[in-house]
């Protein structure tokens, strides 16, 4: 089954590159609760479509050309570790713009329901049970 979340999780993120967040929210529970560090974006816990949208609006917002490449999946059982790079360009300044977002995605019935991001992959391998 775990190597099954790897898969589904890369999908997910497959589906946003050409789908956009609409694709990407097919893989999400509808209850989807998301807990962000602040890193990049506003801190927080997002809860539910419309809040993965309201976390997500500004990298939508900000960017064209947008990309979602996944770096690093790596299974932990029922949670995946991933390490993902999100660029573009910037809408307003045309520089290039890339961040990468590592968090732990916890999936049941072949949806990821909770997703935590993590300062570095260390800190997330921890979160999982995992070591580097």
């Not at 300044?93 to 732990?104: E, H, N």
Request: aromatic letters at 10%; proline letters at 4%; zero cysteines.
């Amino acid at each position: 089954m775990s190597q099954e979340n790897v898969e589904i999780v890369r999908r997910a993120l497959d589906a946003y590159g050409r789908e956009g967040l609409d694709g990407y929210l097919r893989y999400f529970d509808p209850a989807i609760e998301w807990t962000t560090t602040g890193a990049y974006l506003e801190q927080g816990t997002y809860r539910g479509h419309q809040g993965v949208r309201r976390y997500l609006a500004p990298i939508e917002a900000e960017f064209d050309d947008l990309r979602v490449e996944p770096q690093k999946l790596i299974d932990a059982g029922e949670q995946v570790v991933s390490s993902v790079r999100i660029s573009g360009w910037g809408k307003t300044s045309g520089a290039p713009v890339a961040l990468t977002l590592i968090s732990v995605g916890k999936l049941r019935d072949g949806m990821v329901y909770r997703l935590r991001n993590y300062p570095d992959m260390a800190t997330a391998l921890e979160a999982a049970g995992l070591t580097e």
